[in-house]
């Protein structure tokens, strides 16, 4: 189980590096969506199964296809070359790394090694969660249907031709 | 799924906090090292699903479903932005043709 950790956690990192140094967009997307369904089986290995299964479903299986319809639609299946200067490449690598040693060396302190929490693993599954989500986050579930459709007009106002 | 859930005892909580970390890191990374407006949308994306992570591992080992809820609403949201944002590089490259970032270099000052 610690093997599948660290295997997951390999494949992660390695499609997430992928993802900003390949070149072609649909590339990107590909390495993209493996590295979403890594994150779905570190949810199952964190016992949240419904998390698990509404991130497939919605990230690679939605979001994911909306963004290859884009590049379909728009044509950007070729490689096409857009790099930025060579000293703005290296410094934002440079940037990303002494972000994550900060961030490294910020969190290494902060924790015990092995937290003592009671422990209970039934409270990720969809009865768990829906009984939460239900009860307490009731307001705003039904909110989020606003957001919903602000965000699919306007998606359409922005869409459309000449407004 | 009793194994399943004993794994999580085997792996301290820290181990998450750094892959979260360097999920995070990687995708500030991208967006300051791309030039196509999608791969950006992308590393925000990534920059996204790194708080998820972190979210559901203190959740998981706290017991408190109050944090999977959370990252459902983030899942709401970034669906919700994903959209949007995708309309407005179609509208970007309705209008310029190109999806370059640089081109919206007016949008800095």
Known sequence: MVFLFYLLSAIMIICALLVVFSKSPINNVIYLIVCFLAMAGHYILLN??????????VYTGAIMVLFLFVIMLLNLNKAIILRKST???VSAVITGGIFFLVLLAATRQTFEIHAKYPFASDFGLVSGIGKV?????????EMSSILFISAMVGALMFGKKDV | MKDI???????????????????FSIGMMGVLFRR???????????????????????????SDPA????????????????AVGLSIIVMMKRNVDSVDINLLNRLKW
């Open chain 1, 48 to 57: 949240a199964q419904f998390l698990a299964v509404v991130h497939v479903i």
């Open chain 1, 87 to 89: 000293v703005t490449r």
């Open chain 1, 133 to 141: 989500l239900f009860n307490e986050f009731l307001l705003p579930f």
């Open chain 2, 5 to 23: 859930s004993s794994a999580i005892q085997l792996i301290p909580l820290e181990n998450y906090v750094f892959l979260s970390v360097a999920l």
């Open chain 2, 36 to 62: 196509n407006t999608i791969a950006i949308l992308m590393c925000l994306e990534l920059m996204f699903n790194s708080v998820n992570l972190l979210l559901t591992a203190f959740s998981a080992y706290h």
């Open chain 2, 67 to 82: 944090g999977q809820v959370f990252v459902f609403f983030i899942m709401i949201v970034a669906a919700a932005e994903v």
